[in-house]
């Protein structure tokens, strides 16, 4: 059993950073592939971006690819979704995921197992 639980959502003017954060319990934490989801209202979850168990393998959704950086600290059950550049269009809530098995790159939500509550992010014009 894995618990999520994001943080480091809010309010930011376009063009700003925010960093995501989410602290999973339990000691096999490094062994599941992580990936970080948004959803906005009225549309669909949408793929943002996943990291391998070890951190090796990195995979973005082409929305934001060049402007968010995934990565994790294992020692720290803790994954991280850096998010610059942001757009009016980015505003969702996020939220993080852990996989175990499956297929890379794990780019659908219904591959994985454990959902954490979800952060909002909402970014101003």
């Known amino acids: 059993q894995v618990q999520l639980v994001e943080s480091g959502g809010g309010l930011v003017q376009a063009g700003g950073s925010l960093r995501l954060s989410c602290a999973a319990s339990?000691?096999?934490?490094?062994?599941?592939?992580m990936g970080w989801f948004r959803q906005a209202p009225g549309k669909e979850r949408e793929f943002v971006a996943v990291?391998?168990?070890?951190?090796?393998?990195?995979y973005y959704g082409d929305s934001v690819k060049g402007r968010f950086t995934v990565s994790r600290d294992n020692a720290k059950n803790t994954v991280y979704l850096q998010m610059n550049s942001l757009k009016p269009e980015d505003t969702a809530v996020y939220y993080c995921?852990?996989?175990?098995?499956?297929?890379?790159?794990?780019?659908?939500?219904?591959?994985?197992?454990?959902w954490g509550q979800g952060t909002q992010v909402t970014v101003s014009s």
């Open positions: 995921a852990a996989v175990f098995g499956g297929n890379w790159p794990y780019s659908t939500a219904h591959e994985y197992d454990y």
């Open positions: 339990g000691r096999t934490f490094s062994r599941y592939a």
């Open positions: 990291i391998s168990w070890s951190g090796g393998i990195t």
